[in-house]
């Protein structure tokens, strides 16, 4: 027999080590709920979906319908709840989409950290709800690699950003940045403006390339000496000639500056975690 489910904006449970009484829609999991089709049901024998009334908190008098599709038995049939909640009037602030999250939306939710996506299309079709819903995505599946680099909505203007305002908290994610073009600008005003054969240079492609030399002579993989990392009343070593050995080995890579410097970054951490197990076993993801 098989087990049920239940996918939703935020993972709800009686403790925080039990099982989920509601699954985050961003869990891995859940992918399937959002991709299973009869053809390819994806382990899903029936996937449920609830309607609700606009502004229902969850209240059982606010149900207004429930359907089942018996993708294991091969059937399928449009959902009338999800055209239903797509061809709602926009009345307030933009709603998120959790629940109605179509295939080729999840592609693009889900899509690698690596990878940049961009998103077309006409008016309405959904654009920047997949864009915020990425940026939750994001800060749930590699929140400390987000957090850490930083996370900005960037918007064309305060009543765009107002309008979009409320979908990251009601998925759960609170005090994202969220700016304008014309913000951004103003926080580094102008001092000196550049003569024409200055500005001629700087915008020279092959001044890029004099950049990045510059900037990678700076790295000397050996320069560095022994790093110590603290855990706890531990401090664990890193010999110098193991950090020169991880530079030399980015370098040769040759990603771009700020790559290179998380891929240290992560090699090292990876450096102490195997010594770390070593010593005591496997160890926790605290230092990520």
Not at 27 to 56: H, I, K, L, M, N
Not at 89 to 107: F, Y
Request: with cysteine.
């Amino acid at each position: 027999t098989g087990r049920a489910l239940h996918i939703g904006r935020l993972r709800i449970t009686e403790h925080p080590a039990a099982p989920p009484l509601v699954v985050d829609w961003r869990a891995p999991v859940s992918r399937a709920f959002y991709q299973a089709t009869a053809g390819d049901p994806r382990g899903v024998a029936v996937r449920r979906r609830f309607g609700w009334a606009p502004g229902s908190r969850g209240d059982a008098a606010d149900l207004t319908g429930m359907e089942d599709e018996h993708l294991g038995r091969g059937e399928s049939r449009a959902s009338a709840i999800v055209a239903r909640e797509i061809e709602r009037p926009r009345v307030g602030p933009m709603r998120d989409i959790a629940a109605t999250i179509q295939p080729e939306q999840d592609d693009l939710v889900r899509a690698a950290l690596g990878s940049t996506v961009c998103v077309q299309g006409a008016p309405g079709t959904g654009k920047t709800a997949v864009g915020l819903h990425r940026a939750a995505y994001l800060l749930y599946t590699h929140p400390q690699r987000i957090r850490r680099g930083g996370l900005l909505i960037l918007g064309p203007n305060p009543t765009f950003l107002s309008y979009i305002a409320e979908v990251l908290p009601a998925l759960g994610e609170s005090g994202v940045r969220q700016s304008t073009l014309d913000r951004e600008i103003a926080r580094h005003p102008v001092t000196r403006t550049d003569d024409a054969p200055a500005a001629a240079l700087k915008h020279d492609a092959r001044t890029a390339e004099v950049l990045r030399r510059a900037l990678y002579a700076r790295v000397d993989p050996g320069a560095a000496g022994d790093l110590a990392v603290p855990d706890g009343a531990y401090r664990w070593r890193v010999p110098a000639e193991a950090l020169a050995r991880i530079v030399a080995e980015v370098r040769e890579e040759e990603p771009p500056y700020d790559v290179g410097r998380e891929r240290v970054r992560a090699r090292i951490v990876r450096y102490v975690q195997e010594r770390a197990e070593r010593r005591a076993g496997p160890q926790s993801n605290a230092w990520l």
